[in-house]
């Protein structure tokens, strides 16, 4: 299993995929940022709203509307195309159906957070080497949870990195779990964001737009979220997602 193991993390992170799913992450960053840049004259004026002003600008736009599509591009897909070519029925003759989902399941989770946390990381190496960490006017774009206290910037950037990677890793998870249900690469990529937008819309429809599946890409977008909020959102979607992966993958894997 090991080796089997190892070899999918290869397939999942070594891959053109891979390559894909970071260059949209980091295009749609830089073609969200880069025309606030003309507003304003020189980079001293910039600088002035500090590194996690820009941080935080960083992660709206086009990457946190497509973020849970551009999560399933690595390795998501790969279910529905091994069950469809006849190669899971291959692997499953070395070995159980339990060890050949747990493979899958955690190579795609990795895959998912990393295609989205590497591209926020090295936002935060930007930010932070290119504007002061301390804003010199009065501005406070966020407060992370409405429940505690604002972090020191450089705190808040880190947590959001990990809150990426968890939502990467979550959409993937999503998406791997439409995989195995319904047995095409289509719905592996779509679904999750579909199923983001729809109830997105019914929770802020609502009165709820804490519990937007939005919240879980930026807990600094609603003022409303807490770190119960917010943890109870992943373990629902964790639990009903993996429920759903073990249970279809059992039952159409051979």
């Known amino acids: 299993m090991g080796s089997y193991f190892a070899s999918e993390i290869r397939r999942a992170i070594l891959s053109r995929s891979f390559l894909v799913g970071i260059a949209l992450a980091v295009a749609g960053m830089a073609a969200y940022i880069l025309p606030k840049f003309e507003f304003y004259p020189d980079l001293a004026e910039m600088g002035r709203t500090g590194a996690q002003f820009w941080f935080i ?73 290119t504007f002061p960490m301390t804003p010199r006017i009065e501005l406070n774009p966020s407060i992370f949870f409405s429940n505690l206290p604002p972090p020191e910037p450089l705190v808040y950037m880190s947590l959001q990195v990990m809150a990426v990677f968890l939502y990467g890793a979550l959409s993937a998870t999503v998406g791997l779990a439409a995989s195995v249900l319904f047995r095409n690469a289509f719905y592996a990529n779509v679904f999750p964001f579909t199923l983001g937008m729809v109830f997105g819309f019914v929770f ?51």
């Open 57 to 129: 600008w960083m992660h709206d736009g086009y990457t946190s509307l497509f973020a849970s599509v551009i999560a399933t591009i690595p390795f998501a897909v790969s279910y529905a195309q091994e069950r469809n070519s006849g190669f899971s029925r291959f692997v499953l003759q070395r070995l159980s159906v339990f060890r050949y989902s747990v493979v899958k399941l955690v190579s795609n989770a990795l895959a998912g957070g990393l295609v989205l946390a590497l591209p926020s990381a090295a936002a935060l190496i930007w930010v932070t080497a």
């Open 204 to 254: 802020s429809f609502a009165g709820l737009g804490h519990l937007s599946s939005a919240v879980m890409w930026s807990p600094s977008v609603h003022i409303n979220a807490t770190v119960i909020s917010f943890a109870a959102q992943h373990l629902v979607v964790w639990t009903l997602s993996l429920g759903v992966y073990m249970r279809f993958f059992k039952l159409r894997s051979i």
